[in-house]
């Protein structure tokens, strides 16, 4: 575990992709708590980049928990442009 120079959180060195975030507002929505943090820094292996030198979703390939079922699932597949994709879809 590695300990960060920016915030108070660590990390292990082994992650891909690490987004270092401070805590700027915290919200109580009912029984849950919505965090919004601010990202201090990017932490990404050669590995996990695209073209740009950006990190690639496809090749991070992240994972989401589902707390109402306890499964994992799998993100990251491309379905179209931002702000083009829904064009084609008729409200019914």
Do not use: N, W
């Not at 707390?67 to 442009?81: N, S, V, W």
């Amino acid at each position: 575990m590695i300990h960060s120079m920016l915030v108070d959180a660590p990390y292990l060195k082994e992650f891909p992709l690490i987004l270092e975030c401070k805590v700027i507002h915290t919200f109580e929505i009912g029984l849950h708590t919505q965090f919004i943090g601010e990202i201090f820094d990017v932490k990404a292996e050669e590995s996990v980049l695209g073209e740009k030198g950006l990190p690639d979703i496809e090749k991070v390939r992240p994972i989401v928990f589902s707390p109402e079922r306890r499964t994992y699932h799998k993100i990251g597949e491309y379905l179209g442009d931002a702000f083009s994709i829904g064009k084609g879809i008729r409200s019914g």
